[in-house]
DNA sequence: GTATAAAATTGACATTTATCAATTATGGCT
DNA sequence: AGCCATAATTGATAAATGTCAATTTTATAC
């Protein structure tokens, strides 16, 4: 039931809003969660069973709270979300955007809450896989016990990835880094690399990357200016992908390797 | 065989070399992987058994080198290390620095690789876990499965603390946070949290933290000023901790809430 | 114990990015 | 279709932190 069925069109790499893109379950996160070859038949069954399927979120709903207590972990189905966590200030730190596939709370099986929230940033539809079940399904198959790690480690090493970019990167290398990422990830997904909509305001944009709004904005105007990008509001064309990685500080490799990456599990 | 004989003056509250400690079992995070209740004691053993130690490192030895391949996970025993992934520009960003008691490696599970180095700050020994065998214990017991979850979990939400901190905070907040987050991790392991010694750089700290050198040293000198910190070297004394709290922009609960999980599970 | 290298500190200055303020554009709602 | 709140852009200025350079202190090696 997981594999939801997808519009041919859908699965061709064209310009697409994440509002109405339905992920293909072969790019899904749960893919080898959900279809690993070694599980057979009766096992799928199994784990489609302790999947619950929710209403769609509107815009601005939340799929849960901060300090909420923590039952499921959830898969985003289409639509996107963003996690972020509150600061002592009264202020928000953006800790994540999440695209079809990718998974949502995974920071709260430690202390059983969550912490931080999760609003949909357009509508979104989720599964839910209430964890109980998960771990209890794991304890049955090793190889989803094994996809579970697997997806656990490969959150921290992104996270260390984006402490990397805030520690160490000017602004323009935040953004570019940025906008690679979300390129790499709808690529991974079947969609254009090239051409895309963001879910996300500039505001949210300017959060995750720890600058402010002003700067952001400045920055897609002077990637306009340098022929790096067309942009217009949420309409993204890469124009020089090239350019773009050198001014992120990546080497070609950290592409490739993100993207076999993907091939293997996400 | 884990829980290693300790000093009894160790076990008391007392200004401590980490180079000289040995952590209580009690307070390692293996604690509830190699000795839950629930883990009676012929599996106790079986934990035990595919455990291996290895020969101490000297100070500037790697425990392992990116991109080296994984094979297990790592606990100290005594000791400390940073971990540290290089930078296109030859630089290295650090992204840990891991205390007697703390797991190393989670983050190679997904690729099978290394993504950072692990090098010993000081004269450091680890406990050796075959990753296949955790895994395949894990299948058996459902309580080290569960422990080992939540250690992947605890791991992803310290990792979004610090990108917060990264992303939103000053220099001083940064080191206060930082400061205090040592201060915490002393004090879990049964040390004293007023007054320790750093095995760190200034150049590591400044490093983790996103600043420059000369930027955390002027913050120490402030601090010392303010009579926030007692600093000779890497000989700390904590002198106003609820100050720090505040330029560190943390509320009190969030302390506590460190402080709480550590009993639970670290 | 002395020489040498490495680490830490301090000051002066440059640069980046945040902040404040004003304007324009956009999207949702009736 | 038009109004209003929100989002995005742009400019001017200020503040924080980085960079460069010099000095002092500490650690390491012979």
Known sequence: MLQKTVPTNMRNKKVVDLHAAKVAC????????CLP????????EKLDSIIER????????????????????????????????PTVDGQEQVTG??????????????????PCAAKALETTSVCEVPFEHLEGLSQELPTLQHQLLRL???????????????????AEA??????????????????????FYLS??????????????ETVSRMFTRFQEDGLIE??????????????RQIAGMNECCDETSARDSQQSI
């Open 97 to 114: 955007f999440h695209l079809p596939g990718e998974l949502l709370g995974l920071d709260a099986i430690g202390k059983g809450r969550h």
């Open 26 to 33: 072969k790019e899904c996160s749960l893919h080898q969660l």
């Open 54 to 85: 929710k209403k769609p979120l509107k815009r601005n709903e939340h799929l849960f709270q901060v300090g909420s207590s923590f039952n499921s972990i959830y898969v985003v189905r289409s639509g996107s979300l963003k996690t972020y966590s």
């Open 174 to 195: 935040r953004l570019s880094a940025f906008l690679l990422s979300i390129s790499l990830r709808f690529k991974q997904r079947g969609f254009s690399s090239v051409e």
């Open 231 to 244: 942009a217009e509001r949420k309409h993204i064309i890469i124009k020089n992908r090239e350019n773009m």
């Open 200 to 213: 996300m305001s500039r505001n949210d944009i300017a959060n995750y990357l720890g600058l402010a709004v």
């Open 37 to 44: 070859r070694s599980i057979n038949g009766s096992d799928l």
């Open 152 to 170: 656990m480690s490969k959150e921290i090493f992104d996270d260390q990835e984006l402490m990397l970019l805030l520690g160490k990167k000017t």
